[in-house]
Structure formats: structure tokens, C-alpha cells
């Protein structure tokens, strides 16, 4: 072993010691960083067009659904009947049907804890102890009764974990449709905050219960031309694939239970009292404030009833991906008119006193808001109404329905940042509608195209809402954090599907913060919201993949981004341009010291070459042959002849004649691509500000230099002036080397 | 689909539930060693929302403004700190005085800390836990300078100790 050891030791020094001074004949493949993404990309077909279209075979299945549900408050037991309708729209034989269980997340068998690494924690908050290792574990899973088809006849199905397989005795064929009916029931769980998308928060105080009820039907899974069956397994965590289809729902629920869910209410006057349709009718033609359906006095005195007689409400929702509904007998009812784009929408919020006074102030404002700005950005909002409903520690959107945090103290009081958090909860649940409900891309492979958009508009309609809010992501300095930090925590946007837990998994900020920079820097707001208006409405109600993205905004803007995707999407490189060197040049007319040299060398004269301009360096000897105050047709007669010789008196008036010469190089230390935009202040106080487009770096990625005439001395150039770059490493943004007063220093003084 | 491939999409889809969690978890700290005035002049910069969710998960607190800690809160903030930062110059400890905090804009807060240098530094050792505890995947980069040069290293859950040097020579 010790041979071995010190052979290889040997080799590997000599070999070292070799590689210093020989020439390598190893080739290399292209890295140039401007390079189509050919090789990264599908390639195009029927399905989807290289201009980022659907193709003119485009497919997508439906599903339909016909559910009845009935939610027993004593027993937290969901029971529920329904028919599916599975349209195959693509041209393949279907064997099988795959379908999602998601509540079985919650069952006894389920795969999500046992996949979950332990380790023992520095403490724990009693809840979280009991919950994890002391108490039974709760058997929240979907128990099936009955899988048949309409005419009785059971269905063949294997059931593993959150799948369901149903066997058919005929294939599916391209263009049928099949019903069939399942019958269910499930335990609803105690919602464990931070954990749960759905179940029930108990108050003590009062003996309710709020219940935020979702997943709760098996429903079908995407069969599509990019992955045919999507049928990774839900774990709780990695967010759904779904079709597009109609749904026609009724919920059975306690009397005095308030109650909103996706889809249009089609029994009003069955389940609304006189006085809450008179102050409906009231909200629908309410544009400047929300109206109160329930009042809080009215909902606190509801808390006391406790009806065990039921009420049926029925609800009907078309072009829609999945439905979920919020109930409570807790809830006040406020909504009121949004005008979208001609368009009358409502925008709806329910929650419990607990939620006050915050609720009542903001909730249902912020989702006007959302449906402004989104569909300013996007499209009309499609739907007819968009709820916001209270729920603890929790974010979670659904077609028409989200839930969103936000809870005061008991005192009533609340800081701006439970206030902040609470708004923005709610524009970015709320913008989900847009990403993916309707833009329906698949969360499970491809997170990022509905987070990274969804984050990206929510800080556009944040900073409508109110100038200055507080956004976390979106904003250009707070990406620096994340993409200066270390490389072997940080995966590309674009490997989700092969990375383990990491950093890059949970960064949404960073495509959140590439659109921004795209839109304010890159391609310029007019060209950006072109080209994503363009995407959103191609792929409205469809199933749009990363590349019908990439490829729509170039289709829409005639840029080609795909530097800008490769770098932002396909690396985890960072930004860092700055100032490498700066060199001032006059114009002589004497030859400078390069060229005396070349003179001597052939054994000429001036007198045998033509005259010629020269630049001679500032910090040069030949500084002595010009004159510092001239400019340089002043200091150089060539130039000035030549001028004189072959432009009119008015053609003359245009050309410049500036003093100096300055050759500015760039460098970029970091590998990321991007613009370079410099500002340029000179003696006098005035600036000008140029932007090189990025493809200044497509010959050199790591210096390019440029050459600046001024009539005026340049007295300080700064790179990326306004912070809009992401430059991780400001240092070396400037020239002349700036003593910045650091944070701390400032910091000090002030103290 | 292989086992280890269905593996890592299982791993893969464990992001955190709520929307809102789809946060990174990264600060960044410089600190400059200013041998003329004698002083390691720290400062941390932190997302508000980590700051106040440190306050609410580990010491149950829910401080209105940060700006405007109460006695308490503020004291809270300054042990955890001290037990948090270490950091020693050619193999000393230095103590460490938490100087106050300030709120940036758009959700970025600043935490200024200060020590004594008593010699010039060569050997830098140091650990910057903060956040760790909260948040598993909570990345700290920390930039040393002295003079013009900067050495940095990014300190996270599975290292947790920073050893830089500065060579005399290079100044």
C-alpha cells in the first residue's frame, strides 16, 4: 500500500511538475455563454412549437366531477359520493387510470414520516414533542367503499399510498370518455401548523371548530405528452399536478355553518338568510368598500348555536383544475365589486373574530389588488370570484380559495410586520389563481413556474398596494445573500428534478428576482410585459412546460435570451462586473513612442510614412508632445486637416472634438452574463449613465474595453450605479478605488 | 424509474409547505479589521422576517419593532449573540460587544457588533451560528478584511468553525 502510496504520489508530482510548460492538444467543447440552448431544450414538435406556442396537436385530458359531500362536525368525519368523467383527448390507448389520494398522506401506513430524516433537536415545543413522538399516530386516510363504473359493475383498482390504479377491461381510446363512481370517507385531522394544507383548528374558548377542507376527493392524475402519467407520489410537500374540467359539488354541512368554496353558489336563497342576500345584493354593486355579510357581533353570537341540523350548499365551477372549500360557524362574510378590465369580479373574505381587526381592514383590499395588478400583467381574471379565508399559520391556494395567516394578539393589537406578512400572504395565495390554476403549469416537476412568477407579480402588485412595502423577494439587493453564498448548498433552477434538500429547492426568489431584473433591465418594461401577456395567454386554461416560457418570451420581444436563461436558470453563477483599468490618451501629432520604435526598426522617417493620429498615454514621457488644454484636432493638424479637407463648414459643426481619450476596461469576475451599465461623472458635475447591452462580453467573458472621448475630465466611473445587476461584489465597481463609508461606520456615527 | 432516482424526487419534493416558506436562509457578515483604530467592526445582515421568527420560535416574544426593541427583548438578542459569535485574532478570543441594530429597506435589518484587536491579526478563527438553530438550512457568509485584502467562508449547520488567514507579507 505504501508502494502504491508514494508511486502515485510521485507520478501525480511529476506530473504536476510536467503540465507546466507543454502544450495540450485537448480539445473542448463549446462554453460559450452565448450559445442557443439546443441541447438543453426539447426539441420542438406537434405538441409544442419552437416559438413556445401549443402545438396545432396540442393535447390535454379533462376531468369532470360530480361530488356530494357531507362534513359531520361531531366526528370530524368526511363522507362523500362522486362521479368522474375522464375525457382522453390524446392519441394513445389508455390501459389504466391513475388517480391521486392525497389524503393518505394521513394514513397509518403513509410513506411521508418514514421518509423524513431524524435527528434530535437542541428543544422542543411540547405540541411539536407529543405530536411527533408520544401520542398514536392518526389514521387520516382515505377509506374507498365503492369504485364502480355508472352501471354498477365494480371497478378492478390497486391502491399503493397516495395512488390509485384503476384496470381496464378496455383501453381507453383517443377521443372517449369514461365515467365511473367512488364512494369515501376520511378522518379529518387536526391541522398541524406549518404542516397541513387542510383539516380543522379548534378555538377552546369558544368550542368551534374552523374547518379548511381540500384534496379531499380521489381525483385524477395528468396523463400528458411530456411525462405521460404524472404520477409521482405525494408526500405532503411537492405541490399538484392537475386537469382542467368541470365541477358540480354540493356540501352538506351544520345550519349556522358560513361557508365558501371554489365555483358559483347556485342555491343562494337556500342557504343565504333575508339579510345576508340583502347586504349581498349590496356588495355585488359595492366598488369602493367591502360590505359586511356577517357582521363580527353576528358571527360571535353564532358561535354559541351549535346546530346539528344540516344545510346543503351547491356549487358549480367550469374550467377549473381542483376545488376546496373553508367552513366554519366562526366566520364573519365581507366582500365587495373589483371592476377587472370592464369586468365586475368579487372579491371575498371570511374569518373569525380572531382575525380582527386586521381582516376586516385589509383582507378583502388585498385581493382587489391581486386581481388588478395580475390581471393588468396577465389577463382579465377569468373566474368570477376570488375568496381569502383566515386560517392560522398556513398559505395555501386553491382555484377561487386560499388560506392566509394573519392573527393579531389576543389584545387586538398586531405589529406592521404581522400586518405586512398578512397582505402579502394574501397577494401571493390569491396570484396563484393566474400560476397555476389557470396557467396550469405541473408544480410537482417544475415548482418554479408558478412560485417564481407568482413571487415576481406579488412584489409588482406589493408595491402598488403601497409604495415602499416591505417585499422579501422580488427586490434585486435581496437575491446577493442567496446567490453569494456557498456554491456546494445552491442547485440551478432548472435541476429540481434530480436535487435533494438543498437551498436552491426553497429559493423562489431568485426567478422571482430574474424576471424583475429582465423586465426593468434586460428587456425593458414595454417589451417584457408584452412577451408575458403573451405567454399567460397562450397557456391560459393549458399546460405550459419551462421552455414554452423561455421560448414565448423570445417569440414576443425578438431578443434572444438565451444567455440570460442559461445563466439565471442552468447556473448558480453570480454577478460581478467592475473596473479593471483606466487609461487616458491625448491625440499627438508626433509620433508616439510605439511608433518610433517601428520607424527605427524599418530604418524610415516621419517624413516616409503618411501623417498619421497617435494616442499617447497620460502617464506616458510622450505626454510632453501635446498640449493638455487642447483638443485633440487643436493638438493634432493631420486630424484637423483631414477634417477640414473632407467636410463642409455645416457638416463640420457636427463632428466632435473632444480633449481626451479614455480606455475603460471591464472586467467580470463573476460568470453570470449581464448588461453593463456605467456611469460616467465628470469635472463638472455632470453624469451621463451608458448601457452596453450584454453581449459587450460574447467574444471575452472576462474583460472587454471601451473606449470613451470626453471634452471634459471623466472624475469618477461607476459600474451598475443603481444596484440593478445583483452585483455580489461592489468593491470593485468603481474607479478611481472609492474609501466607502461602510454600514458600520455610518452606523456609528450616528450613535 | 431506478430507486435512487424515485429516491431524490421524493427528497426533492419536501419543500416546505405554506408558499410562504419557499424562503432561502442566508446572511451575509462583514467584518473589517480596522488596525488603526484598533477595532473588528461587524456587521450582519439579516432578513427582518428570520430576526423576528428567531424572537417568536426560540424566545416567544413577538417584538412590535425592531427598531424599538423593549429592554428585555433587546438584552435577549444581545446574549444570544454572545453565544453565537466567536471570533479569535492570532488565536485569542476577543469579546465581542453587541453595538445595536438598524431596518433597511425591503425587509433587510443590519446587526452591528464590535471587538478589540490587540495585535495585527494573522490567524482568524471564528463561528457565526445564527439562524442555525431556526432555520437547518441557514447559510452565514462572512467576509474578513484587512487592508485590501478579503477572505471569506461560508459557515452553515455542518460547518460550523471559519479559519482564515491573512499573510503579512501580501499587504
Known sequence: MKKTFLAILSLSMFHTWAQQDTISHKGHINQNKFRQLYQEFATPNVYRTASGAPGHEYYQQQADYKIKVQLDEANDKLTGTETITYTNNSPDNLEFLWLQLDQNKRAKDSDTPLIEGDKIDTYYRPSSFVSKYLAPKFDGGFNITKVESTNGNPLNYTINKTMMRIDLKQPLAPNKKLSFNIDWWYKINEQIPGDDRSGYEYFKEDDNKSYIIAQFYPRMCVYNDVEGWQNTPFLGDGEFALNFGNYDVEITTPKDHILEATGKLQNRKEVFTKTQLERYQKATESYTKPVLIVTQEEAIENEKTKETATKTWKFKAQNVRDFAFATSRKFIYDMMAVDVQGKNVMAVSIYPKEGNPLWEEYSTKAVKQTLQTYSDMTFQYPYHKAVSVHFRQIGMEYPMICWNFGRPKPDGTYSDRVRNGMIGVIIHEVGHNFFPMIVNSDERQWGWMDEGLNSFLEYLAEQEFEEGFPSRRGPVENIIPYMSGDQNEIVPIMSMADNVIQLGNNAYGKPATALNILRETIMGQELFDHAFRTYSNRWKFKHPTPEDFFRTMEDASGMDLDWFWRGWFYTTDAVDIGVKEVNKFFISQKPNKEMRAILQERNLSEKDIIPLVYPVKEDSEDVTLVDASKTISENSTTLRNFIFDHFTEEERKEIKDPKYFYEVIFNKPGGLVMPLIVKFTYEDGTSETLRYPAQVWRKNDQEVSKIIPASKKITKIEVDPNKETADINISNNTWPKEAVVSKFDQFKQQQ | ?171
Open chain 2, 1 to 171: 424509474m431506478n430507486k435512487a432516482k424515485l429516491f431524490f424526487i421524493l427528497i426533492a419534493s419536501i419543500l416546505c409547505l405554506s408558499n410562504i416558506e419557499h424562503e432561502y436562509h442566508a446572511s451575509i457578515t462583514t467584518i473589517e479589521l480596522d488596525t488603526e483604530e484598533r477595532l473588528a467592526k461587524i456587521s450582519i445582515q439579516l432578513f427582518t422576517d428570520d430576526l423576528y421568527n428567531l424572537f417568536e420560535k426560540r424566545f416567544e416574544v413577538s417584538p412590535d419593532k425592531l427598531n424599538n426593541l423593549s429592554k428585555s427583548e433587546n438584552s435577549i438578542l444581545k446574549e444570544y449573540l454572545n453565544t453565537k459569535i466567536q471570533l479569535s485574532i492570532n488565536r485569542k478570543p476577543i469579546p465581542i460587544t453587541y453595538l445595536g441594530l438598524e431596518e433597511g429597506k425591503n425587509n433587510l435589518v443590519y446587526i452591528y457588533l464590535e471587538g478589540q484587536i490587540q495585535r495585527k491579526p494573522k490567524r482568524i478563527d471564528l463561528s457565526n451560528t445564527v439562524l442555525q438553530d431556526i432555520y437547518s438550512d441557514q447559510i452565514n457568509t462572512i467576509h474578513v478584511k484587512l487592508n485590501n485584502v478579503t477572505n471569506s467562508v461560508h459557515l452553515t449547520s455542518t460547518k460550523l468553525k471559519g479559519l482564515l488567514f491573512f499573510n503579512s507579507e501580501e499587504e
